[in-house]
């Protein structure tokens, strides 16, 4: 996605081009891809100068789409998404610490989108110089 994202406006990219560039398994691209596909983040296009592209914007996106898409709901512990799952759940001081940890996950894979992935890459690779706020 990072790469998608890199040559957003730029048209599409084969997958194959996308192994390359990242040293990834395309065989395992091809099935990371269906998934995105189907959530409407990707879309294909057929023909000779076809491949993948972003379906919106690197700025609309965030890690935590990508990651709930990918792999569903971070958290650390089951009694986290289900309070059933422990009947020490109600009184667990444990599961409140992990409850509160996924959500801070959660609060920065929000918070992260690929537009600020994309800042980040060309910023290590000298593309733009870095950004300082006061």
Same mark, same amino acid.
């Given at each position: ?20 560039? $990242? ?6 691209? &091809?099935?990371?891809?269906? =998934?995105?596909?189907? @959530?409407?983040? +990707? *879309? ?15 700025? $609309? ?6 990651? &709930?898409?990918?792999?569903? =709901?971070?958290?650390? @512990?089951?009694? +986290? *998404? ?35 992935? +994309? ?16």
């Amino acid at each position: 996605m990072l790469e998608l994202a890199y040559r957003y406006g730029q048209g599409p990219i084969e997958l194959r081009e996308i192994a390359r560039r $990242e040293n990834i398994s395309l065989k395992y691209l &091809e099935q990371v891809i269906i =998934p995105l596909r189907t @959530a409407g983040l +990707v *879309k294909s296009i057929r023909g000779s100068k076809g491949g993948y592209s972003l379906a919106k914007p690197p700025s $609309e996106i965030s890690l935590n789409d990508l990651v &709930e898409i990918l792999e569903g =709901p971070v958290n650390l @512990a089951e009694c +986290v *998404k289900d309070s059933k799952a422990c009947q020490r759940s109600p009184i667990c001081v444990t599961r409140d610490i992990w409850r509160e940890t996924s959500e801070a996950i959660h609060k920065i894979f929000r918070s992260i989108t690929l537009e600020e992935m +994309v800042n980040r890459r060309k910023e290590k690779e000298g593309v733009i110089p870095p950004m300082y706020q006061i």
